[in-house]
């Protein structure tokens, strides 16, 4: 059994996005061999998330942050003091961490899936922390 850590660096350049890292998932378990197993992959930001959605049409994407904001407005009668209330209740409703099986060293996704960081009060410098667990 192979438990390994990595921590992957990330840049978002405005207030609200949805970044495509499926690629840098799958550079990592290639990068390492990853065989047969799981990856944790989990942000340690209280207003950032990850999740697996369709990655083949980006509209999904503008889609979900329109749905969230008309749920979780930008600007309301929050009461917290640096004013980014909303993306610490986005980034709780949509969750810190996901898990990906990896197959004969390919990550195991649906044919639209991919996996999603998610910016709700950027843009920042932010980390993604891969746990791998297997052969």
């Known amino acids: 059994m192979v438990v390994i850590m990595v921590i992957i660096p990330i840049r978002t350049s405005v207030q609200a996005e ?11 378990v290639k990068k390492n061999k990853w065989a047969d197993g799981v990856i944790y992959i989990y942000i340690p930001h209280t207003t950032a998330a990850v999740t697996i959605n369709e990655n083949a049409d980006p509209a999904v994407q503008a889609d979900m942050l329109d749905a969230l904001n008309k749920l979780v407005p930008v600007k309301g009668a929050y009461r917290h003091s640096e004013g980014n209330s909303d993306a610490h209740i986005k980034a709780s409703l949509i969750g810190s961490s996901v898990v990906v099986i990896v197959e004969s060293g390919n990550p195991v996704l649906g044919r639209w899936q991919g996996i999603f960081f998610c910016e709700f009060d950027g843009p920042r410098q932010r980390e993604i922390y891969l746990k791998f667990s297997g052969t």
């Open 18 to 28: 949805f970044v495509d890292i499926t690629g840098l998932v799958k550079d990592e």
